[in-house]
């Protein structure tokens, strides 16, 4: 069963996730949270394997500062950010702080429980609005394809295998039965991957692999 927690200052929003995620048999609400330190103190006591974080509560900053908070505990849980296509700087720095998903509040419940279940089983999840948003900010032209392109040629073939796939959303699990390895083989290269082009998670070697036009 995988647990979860999630976090809105909305009642509306908490409500549709707490109704979408009802008929999911393999996922239990364990806890909701309406600010980022409710968050922070729910996920301490309830040890969730999937956190939704509204990526923006309340406080300036509040989303951002409980993804940090969380993040930085002991076997921290894997975090996802719940946002809408107008915070683009708020997506961003969710990103280096090392957020592993982003999804868009409106989600349809069948995309929601399979993101969930794809975050528990080390897979990165994000919505293909957000992502292009986050490539036009986060791009200058070649100026920042060159060294997305310089990065990934450091990579062994095998590697860049494993980064188009992880840029294309697949766990870890499902990378092994693409390309014929073990798990554990999948997260050495992966552990590998992320070394190699100095990116803090999953999320951030997706985006490298689509602005190198790796992925497209």
Known sequence: MIKVVYADDEELVRSGLRAMLA?????????????????VDVVRRRRPDVVLLDIKMGAEDDGIEALT?????????????????????????????????????????????????????????????????????????????????????????????VVTLIAQGLSNSEIGSTLFLSEATVKGYVSSVLAKIGAANRVQAALLAYRSGMVV
């Open 23 to 39: 008929g999911a048999s393999d996922i239990t609400v364990v806890g909701e949270a309406i600010d980022g330190q409710t968050a």
């Open 69 to 161: 908070e969380i993040l930085g505990a002991p076997e921290p849980p894997t975090v996802a950010m719940l946002t809408t296509f107008d915070v683009d700087d708020y997506v961003s720095r969710a990103l280096n702080s090392g957020a592993n998903g982003f999804l868009l509040k409106d989600i349809k419940p069948a995309s929601l429980a399979q993101a969930i279940r794809d975050l528990a089983h080390g897979g990165a999840v994000i919505d293909p609005g957000v992502a292009a948003r986050m490539l036009r900010a986060q791009r200058d032209g070649q100026r920042a394809a060159e060294p997305a392109r310089e990065l990934l040629d450091s990579l062994s073939e095998r590697e860049r295998e």
